[in-house]
């Protein structure tokens, strides 16, 4: 019975000594995960704006000066030559001194001109000019036929050259201004010498306008009578 005992204690340390030492079975790592990366989402391009189309300026070249120095060469020269002449001889007014010579001047190419655009580029230039030597060649314009465009551009330079000689306070006012009352020269004319004779105000110029009263153009009439009792205040 004892023998059995001891038996039973010995198969029991052993048993509990095998289990002591027994490693633990190694147990399979976990299976990796696998990352997946997403493509890289590439942002749209933004429409691009429409080119803005950028203008160069044009830059004109200066107006060339055009000299002469007799009216053959002038008239020889093409219409061109002559309005760029025309400029250049209107530039020098600019001068007071030289005013009258330029006067003189711009007068014999109006009376050799042929073309109306140059014609009327001549009376712009002696309307600016101030002077009344200026006057009697823009008043001549009316003594034959002109196109419209001329007619017109003279009676602006007669009215601009009544207005100013005026004011001017030249000695020869008067009989500048007189002159320009002549029935042959358009209505308008003659009432802007009316008028420059009111701003004149000088008694002298009364027997002028009372030989209006008569007149065949009534408004001439009645502006003669109202610059009449104009002076006479």
């Not at 010995?10 to 027994?22: D, F, I, K, Q």
């Amino acid at each position: 019975m004892r023998s059995l005992l001891i038996g039973l204690l010995l198969t029991t340390l052993v048993a509990m000594g095998c289990s002591r030492h027994e490693e633990p079975a190694p147990q399979p790592p976990p299976p990796e995960k696998t990352q997946t990366h997403a493509a890289p989402v590439t942002p749209p391009t933004p429409a691009s704006a429409p080119a803005t189309a950028t203008r160069t300026p044009v830059v004109h070249p200066p107006t060339p000066e055009v000299t002469f120095n007799n009216l053959e060469q002038y008239v020889a020269m093409d219409e061109q030559q002559r309005l760029a002449a025309v400029s250049t001889v209107g530039d020098k007014g600019a001068d007071k001194a030289a005013a009258a010579a330029t006067a003189k001047k711009l007068a014999d190419m109006l009376r050799v001109e042929s073309s109306p655009q140059v014609k009327t580029a001549i009376l712009d230039e002696l309307g600016n000019l101030e002077q009344p030597a200026a006057l009697t060649p823009v008043l001549s314009t009316f003594d034959t036929s002109q196109p419209d465009e001329v007619k017109q551009s003279a009676i602006d330079a007669a009215e601009s050259l009544l207005s100013d000689i005026a004011s001017s306070g030249n000695p020869n006012a008067l009989n500048s201004i007189t002159s320009a009352l002549d029935t042959r020269y358009p209505t308008e004319v003659r009432q802007a010498a009316i008028s420059a004779l009111e701003d004149l105000e000088d008694q002298r110029a009364l027997p002028y306008l009372q030989k209006l009263l008569t007149d065949s153009d009534p408004d001439v009439r009645q502006q003669a009578s109202d610059a009449i009792d104009w002076l006479k205040e």
